[in-house]
């Protein structure tokens, strides 16, 4: 096999139906599948077999048939973080902990991280979780304090971090904070 020499697999549940290829294409008999984008990015694409119609992403379609599978290793991670990049080379088996560190020292997950104050002291905290153990509570308060579904946690008010920190009962910015 050559560098760029495209090889088609079945895919497993429906051969004689359905193909993989290592450059991340999925073809039926008859044509190439067009993928669409799933709420988290991902490629997928609807197969069909006796059993009824099934949604599947393209790039563990990709690994199952071409990327060796160590043991205990679940996650299927785009090597280059591009998620519409499929081919079996950007692909690697791993821990769902491996999978969420790549992302992370990537700075392909942002939405994890969201800045907090806590408002009496001004604190700045990296993450809901750092703010909650700095208390000793679970993130889940802190998060419920930041939307305001909550008052206060044992009279200690955290709000997201924003351009200037404000009051959020009064609309008006803290101790000379924004002026």
Known sequence: MTENEVVW?????????????????????KAELLPYKRGRGYLSVKLCNA?????LTVHRLV????????N?????????????????????????TENVRHAFLNGL?????????????????RSTSEAARSIGVPPR????????????ING?????ESSTVTNRWRGQPQDGEGK
């Open 51 to 55: 059993n009824g119609q099934k949604s």
């Open 141 to 152: 308060e802190v998060i419920r304090c930041c939307r305001r579904q909550r008052g206060s």
């Open 72 to 96: 205990g290793y679940d996650c299927v991670n785009h090597i280059n973080g591009n998620k519409e990049d499929n081919r079996a080379e950007n692909l690697e088996w791993c821990t769902n």
């Open 9 to 29: 697999k079945p895919v497993i549940g429906y051969e004689n139906l359905y193909e993989v290829s290592n450059s991340g294409k999925i073809r039926s008999r």
């Open 109 to 125: 997950n942002t939405r994890s991280e969201r800045p907090v104050i806590r408002t009496d002291t001004k604190e700045r905290f």
């Open 63 to 70: 690994a199952i048939a071409f990327c060796d599978k160590p």
């Open 156 to 160: 200690i008010i955290f709000d997201y």
